[in-house]
């Protein structure tokens, strides 16, 4: 009969109706807590919404069986689609399967096949199988069982006659190459023709409503052109993006409607916009360096390491960040950059003097093409009338003398000033890299 | 009659019955994109918590009236009393207030002192009011008021028979200050008479299964105690999180039982225990500094000034950290630290000998108490056979001659490997400080 089988994903190839609609059930108690979050269903969302399928809902519950019940049957009312993420462990409190099975009155019957899979993995690792894991070999009659190469927790995809019912572990890194694989095979043939493309745009130098302000006559006109493209604005400390999005059957005109669509915004937005796919502020500054093989130096008062730290989380960042140095005490300034104890003395630490005092000599003595410098007030303590908390002077010196210096007055905590001052330093070093290489703009 | 008016939250004290079962439907279609997750369910979670308010589902939905209203009738049938967030703005995508009323056969009204009061704020701005704004003025008959001195969006309180329907506004600066005063108020009123006391606990140094093997038979035995501790353990790169909770009626027994609790898990531990009152190892470190009027500089290599961001992150850092140094390039390490270059030709830039040289280095020229070096190889370039990705040494170099070195190897990609050796790395030092000051043990 209909007994349920370990198949390859890829040999597995449904037919019925379209799905355009999902939900999504994240089951734990932990993620009822307060330090714990659902992250999968965002993992879920981006590869479905790739195949042009809307996610209308998500819900989470916990290891109770009545709120899994309540929330699936509430799922399966609203949506073609509903994935449940978690609660298919080895524990009596994993209850998914049971709770799935019993609503849509399938019996639960063990598949030695799974068991002895699992069986395997444990004497692989030579362990014996612990009989709790037992309960993972349960399938309800009529699913399909998807390989699980990460975990002992079987996928499994419950065909009926309205919808369809995808039971997925919780762990990420069991989940995810889970449905990637759905996502190519079974997922792809039942959605729509349409696909989604992509595109992240990021601004530095501009504030959110700056960035609206300039882009919407532009995207506006964009909702009633043929292809449509869909807009998100997000912000965050130093930073605007822009996601860009088209579904269409053909990859081709989608990807040129994009390149038409950023070619739009890069008009109003100019050299603001770092980056058309996706980069972050020190990948495209450490491409500017490596592709003019030059060297970086930083100096850091009160940023503290995280302009370095930015800079080097970038792999191979070794070939152009050669040294940096955080100078928090005065005397630090004098010794390691050679910043003059009379210019602090006049224009206090916090100063573009005494910035660009700091970019030059780090330049110098690290003998690198360019030096970044910042120094500032971080808070919460050390503001006054003239030089308030979020106070930040930030240099960059680099060949042929070129050398700049600003001041910017951030707002926000601690935290919000390193992070808004060290991608302000990013930036006016990105730029001046462009200006360097005579090729303004966003990459 | 029963006509709606702005209340002060600490005027209300409603009567009936005790809450204790909550749901929270968040409202927003950005809360379905790939790129924006519900947050403010994490703080109402917190909050209701503390109440002895337990949250047993959370639902997320976009602007739209079908989605919102099966939602909210779901939480209805699940939880005494329902938090909505969201979806009360001036613009026609906010569709809360029109939801709920509906769904609860309420009529709107406008109420003209909200409208005035939203008008003032507007003004006070040198603005007038845009006409939409007056929405946030439409109030379902019967309800009470909720004050937002942070937005123009009020909150609502209805009181039904077998439920108390909350509505707050989206951005977590409205709604946390607006929960809060709910919470001491009303709220408080309306929950049992236990209330909720944690203690958070950060161990670093070991495996969460090791930690898991020495505390459950602690925390096992207190599921049977008169007033049972629950226990939660998370796990983050290079440290392990254990979350206490008791609820009781009474304070102080709470305090006491916590107090015996920690107790007992010091006991198991031992100094791996950083941390009983939920303190980061930067803070803990940034303490002990400053309790010996010490100072201590920082000679980075693969950690690229992560470790001097992390304890400049701490406000006050400026007392206890003098400078640091990132030497990516050999030649830094020998300029900047008085690396031997020989040593570095002799045992590799990645080796015990180095790291104690770029420590004692560091420390002689910054003249510091103390000095923290990390030298080794992030990835996902540089590895070898003998040294491997995620090879680290680390030393700490001390007053009195104290010094100390060890290499690590550790798993995950770049940052994952830059996020465990700065924890470990700020780790040795907060042993070493310990051991100077002969009071070892969390604080």
Redesign the interface.
């Given at each position: 009969v209909d007994r349920a089988r370990v198949v390859r994903v890829t040999s597995f190839d449904p037919a019925g109706r379209t799905l355009r609609k999902a939900a999504v059930v994240a089951v734990g108690s932990?993620l009822?807590?307060?330090?714990?979050?659902d992250?999968n269903s965002?993992?879920v969302?981006?590869r479905l919404?790739d195949l042009g399928i809307e996610?209308?809902?998500?819900?989470?519950?916990?290891d109770?069986a009545e709120?899994i019940d309540?929330?699936f049957r509430?799922a399966l009312?609203?949506a073609h689609l509903v994935v449940l993420t978690g609660g298919l462990g080895p524990t009596a409190d994993d209850l998914t399967r049971d709770v799935v099975s019993a609503a849509l009155d399938l019996t639960l019957e063990e598949d030695e096949t799974i068991t002895a899979r699992i069986r395997a993995r444990f004497e692989a690792r030579g362990w014996r199988m612990p009989e709790n894991n037992r309960r993972q070999a349960m399938v309800p009659r009529g699913a399909q069982v998807i390989e699980n190469p990460n975990g002992t927790a079987p996928g499994l995809w419950i065909e009926r006659k309205d919808a369809v019912v995808l039971m997925l572990p919780g762990p990420p890194r069991e989940l995810q190459p889970m449905l990637d694989r759905l996502v190519t095979g079974p997922l792809a043939a039942r959605s729509g023709p349409e696909r989604l493309r992509r595109r992240v745009l990021r601004i530095a130098g501009r504030a959110e409503s700056h960035v609206e302000e300039l882009t919407q006559p532009v995207y506006s006109a964009w909702q009633s052109q043929d292809l449509p493209i869909d807009t998100?604005i997000?912000a965050a400390p130093g930073q605007i993006?822009l996601?860009l999005s088209v579904r269409t059957p053909d990859p081709e005109t989608g990807q040129r409607r994009l390149d038409q669509a950023v070619q739009e915004l890069r008009g109003v937005l100019g050299r603001d916009l770092f980056t058309v796919d996706g980069k972050l502020l020190e990948e495209v500054v450490g491409e500017l360096l490596r592709s003019r093989a030059e060297r970086v130096a930083?100096a850091?008062s009160?940023?503290?390491?995280?302009?370095?730290?930015r800079?080097?989380?970038v792999?191979?960042?070794?070939e152009y960040?050669?040294?940096?140095?955080?100078?928090?005490?005065n005397?630090?300034k004098v010794?390691?950059l050679g910043v003059a104890a009379s210019l602090i003395d006049e224009h206090g630490a916090v100063s573009e003097p005494v910035a660009s005092a700091m970019a030059a000599g780090m330049r110098e003595?690290?003998r690198t093409d360019w030096a970044v410098a910042v120094t500032g007030i971080?808070?919460?303590?050390?503001g006054s009338d003239l030089k308030p908390v979020g106070t930040v002077a930030i240099a960059v010196a680099g060949p042929l003398g070129r050398a700049r210096v600003k001041t910017v007055r951030f707002p926000g905590g601690?935290?919000q000033v390193?992070t808004q001052a060290s991608q302000v330093a990013l930036d006016l070093l990105r730029r001046m890299l462009e200006d360097a290489s005579g090729s303004p703009g966003a990459r």
């Amino acid at each position: 009969v209909d007994r349920a089988r370990v198949v390859r994903v890829t040999s597995f190839d449904p037919a019925g109706r379209t799905l355009r609609k999902a939900a999504v059930v994240a089951v734990g108690s932990e993620l009822l807590t307060p330090w714990r979050i659902d992250t999968n269903s965002l993992y879920v969302t981006e590869r479905l919404d790739d195949l042009g399928i809307e996610v209308v809902m998500k819900a989470v519950v916990g290891d109770s069986a009545e709120e899994i019940d309540a929330a699936f049957r509430q799922a399966l009312h609203r949506a073609h689609l509903v994935v449940l993420t978690g609660g298919l462990g080895p524990t009596a409190d994993d209850l998914t399967r049971d709770v799935v099975s019993a609503a849509l009155d399938l019996t639960l019957e063990e598949d030695e096949t799974i068991t002895a899979r699992i069986r395997a993995r444990f004497e692989a690792r030579g362990w014996r199988m612990p009989e709790n894991n037992r309960r993972q070999a349960m399938v309800p009659r009529g699913a399909q069982v998807i390989e699980n190469p990460n975990g002992t927790a079987p996928g499994l995809w419950i065909e009926r006659k309205d919808a369809v019912v995808l039971m997925l572990p919780g762990p990420p890194r069991e989940l995810q190459p889970m449905l990637d694989r759905l996502v190519t095979g079974p997922l792809a043939a039942r959605s729509g023709p349409e696909r989604l493309r992509r595109r992240v745009l990021r601004i530095a130098g501009r504030a959110e409503s700056h960035v609206e302000e300039l882009t919407q006559p532009v995207y506006s006109a964009w909702q009633s052109q043929d292809l449509p493209i869909d807009t998100t604005i997000l912000a965050a400390p130093g930073q605007i993006e822009l996601h860009l999005s088209v579904r269409t059957p053909d990859p081709e005109t989608g990807q040129r409607r994009l390149d038409q669509a950023v070619q739009e915004l890069r008009g109003v937005l100019g050299r603001d916009l770092f980056t058309v796919d996706g980069k972050l502020l020190e990948e495209v500054v450490g491409e500017l360096l490596r592709s003019r093989a030059e060297r970086v130096a930083i100096a850091e008062s009160c940023t503290g390491g995280l302009v370095a730290s930015r800079l080097t989380d970038v792999p191979g960042s070794s070939e152009y960040v050669e040294r940096g140095v955080v100078c928090y005490s005065n005397a630090s300034k004098v010794e390691l950059l050679g910043v003059a104890a009379s210019l602090i003395d006049e224009h206090g630490a916090v100063s573009e003097p005494v910035a660009s005092a700091m970019a030059a000599g780090m330049r110098e003595r690290a003998r690198t093409d360019w030096a970044v410098a910042v120094t500032g007030i971080a808070g919460p303590g050390g503001g006054s009338d003239l030089k308030p908390v979020g106070t930040v002077a930030i240099a960059v010196a680099g060949p042929l003398g070129r050398a700049r210096v600003k001041t910017v007055r951030f707002p926000g905590g601690r935290l919000q000033v390193k992070t808004q001052a060290s991608q302000v330093a990013l930036d006016l070093l990105r730029r001046m890299l462009e200006d360097a290489s005579g090729s303004p703009g966003a990459r």
